[in-house]
């Protein structure tokens, strides 16, 4: 089962806002859509209470999903918000900004709408039990980057 959450989108392709919004909301999940950075920033601050999880593209107009993490992190009412990037980049260093901002997940598109569902799970802080594994598609920044010393 699925934790309920109040989730932001931070997406500007309308398809796969929809895309989204038609995997969360039956799970329960209150969904508020927003379609650049800007606005991205101004909603969060806007919502209350906040939402529990941002589902945030790379690349969108106005402010790009990392200026949006920087305008968040500097607002104390939103830097507490995890941070799931959505992206079609598999860039290295996108990742690696991604991690350096502090996101909670990295989740490629296309994605398997289980897997997205269990990460937002995870994120909201609820566990998934022990024998679950996330699906290939579907990775933390940490996971990938992390490196024996």
């Not at 932001?8 to 995997?23: P, S």
Request: glycine fraction near 4%; include cysteine; charge should be negative.
């Amino acid at each position: 089962m699925v934790a309920v959450a109040r989730i932001l989108i931070g997406e500007d392709n309308v398809a796969n806002c929809e895309l989204l919004k038609k995997i969360l909301s039956p799970q329960g999940h209150r969904v508020f859509i927003a379609h650049n950075g800007r606005d991205v920033v101004e909603m969060a601050k806007r919502l209350q209470p906040p939402p529990e999880v941002l589902l945030l593209d790379i690349m969108m107009p106005v402010m790009d999903g990392f200026q949006a993490i920087a305008e968040l992190q500097r607002d104390w009412r939103t830097q507490s918000i995890p941070i799931m990037m959505i992206t079609s980049s598999a860039n290295t260093v996108d990742v690696l900004r991604s991690k350096s901002a502090g996101v909670a997940g990295y989740v490629l598109k296309p994605f398997e709408p289980q897997a997205l569902l269990e990460r937002i799970d995870q994120i909201v802080g609820k566990e998934l039990p022990e024998k679950a594994q996330p699906i290939s598609k579907t990775f933390s920044a940490s996971d990938l980057l992390d490196t024996e010393e």
